[in-house]
């Protein structure tokens, strides 16, 4: 698997934040960066995002809030949770809310992050390989039961 086709969303309202994880993963996979919960939201529409990483603190929506608001429309990335402050509140409230699949906290470990990144990568395509496959069999099927009527009438 070529890591470069994973498509991955980090959100933080820090700037700094947001350049060193594009400066130390731009290597390894395809970095959408976003400093708040609209424009990450801008970019979840416009691109075929894989696995997100969300920092928890942030002004007006919080991580866990930005999870369960596109769990609708986008329910298919990938979340996972980032942030400075271990709360066991928060880690319960995402785990709850937003269907985090990890929660991570800062400083990242870069290692951390590039296996747990390609983990959830791997959930994220089993999932939409699972999806694919049950559309097909749904067809089949669908084909099946149109012939057993056919053969029953004739």
Known sequence: MNDKKINLLYIDDEPHNLIAFKAAFRRDFNIFIADSASEARKIIDENDIHVILSDQ??????????????LETHPEPIRILITGYTDINAVIDAI????VYKYLTKPWNENDIRIFV????????LRRE??????KLMVANGKLE????QSLLS
């Open 146 to 149: 149109f012939l057993a009527r």
């Open 130 to 135: 699972n999806a694919e496959l049950t559309q």
């Open 96 to 99: 709850n809310r937003g269907q």
């Open 57 to 70: 603190r942030m002004p007006v929506v919080t991580g866990i809030e930005f999870f369960e608001s596109i």
């Open 118 to 125: 390609r983990t959830a990568h791997e959930v994220f395509m």
